[in-house]
T-cell receptor, first 114, second 113 residues
């Protein structure tokens, strides 16, 4: 069965410094992986997705993630944090048998300090 | 293009009651999925509808049900509400899913007293 593990429940950074949110996945098949962001009292927004094309995936708002099969990782990075990046981030894998079903990680809350 | 809309945004019910939540997908989208978000269990898949048919189902009891209409609008119903059903219920739509991007609505916050 597919699953994702987000290694940090909270990450705090200063504005202008790099962001790293870690995600490991477990999948018997070549997975489709996503990162979603949720701002307070708002719905989820797709940041980026990996579907077996390029291993380095660029998303919106300067975020990117690299698919590393040997490490079963899909970490999310951004070179320079902005105050508006403060939110909850979810690493997501789609179910191999029912690709319409998304399996969410437990989330990482990103705090950005001025 | 209007986004996914969910009504109502907030709802308070008491144990034993039933509730119906509504979701209007983005125009042209035929797939609608429902998720439950709680602090303890995180985000969990409830079910997905496509062309008025339930195509996928998560691991929730039969008290949770849904349907989809010919205009792709979807409703979910929870009967015999329990305290543990308090959650944010999110609806997502996509063109045909199958790894297409799912667009999420703002959610309905259900509180069961």
């Amino acid at each position: 069965a597919q699953s994702v593990t987000q290694l940090d429940s909270h990450v705090s950074v200063s504005e202008g410094t790099p962001v790293l949110l870690r995600c490991n996945y477990s999948s018997s098949y070549s997975p489709s992986l996503f990162w979603y962001v949720q701002h307070p009292n708002k719905g989820l927004q797709l940041l980026l997705k990996y579907t077996s094309a390029a291993t380095l995936v660029k998303g919106i708002n300067g975020f990117e993630a690299e698919f590393k099969k040997s490490e079963t990782s899909f970490h999310l990075t951004k070179p320079s944090a902005h105050m508006s990046d403060a939110a909850e981030y979810f690493c997501v894998v789609s179910d191999a048998y029912n690709t319409d079903k998304l399996i969410f990680g437990t989330g990482t809350r990103l705090q950005v300090f001025p | 293009k209007a986004g996914v809309t969910q009504t109502p945004r907030y709802l308070i019910k008491t144990r034993g009651q039933q509730v119906t939540l509504s979701c209007s997908p983005i125009s042209g989208h035929r797939s609608v999925s429902w998720y439950q978000q709680t602090p303890g269990q995180g985000l969990q898949f409830l079910f997905e509808y496509f062309s008025e048919t339930q195509r996928n189902k998560g691991n929730f009891p039969g008290r949770f049900s849904g349907r989809q209409f010919s205009n792709s609008r979807s409703e979910m119903n929870v009967s015999t509400l329990e305290l543990g059903d308090s959650a944010l219920y999110l609806c997502a739509s996509s063109f045909e899913n199958r790894n297409n991007e799912q667009f999420f609505g703002p959610g309905t916050r259900l509180t069961v007293l």
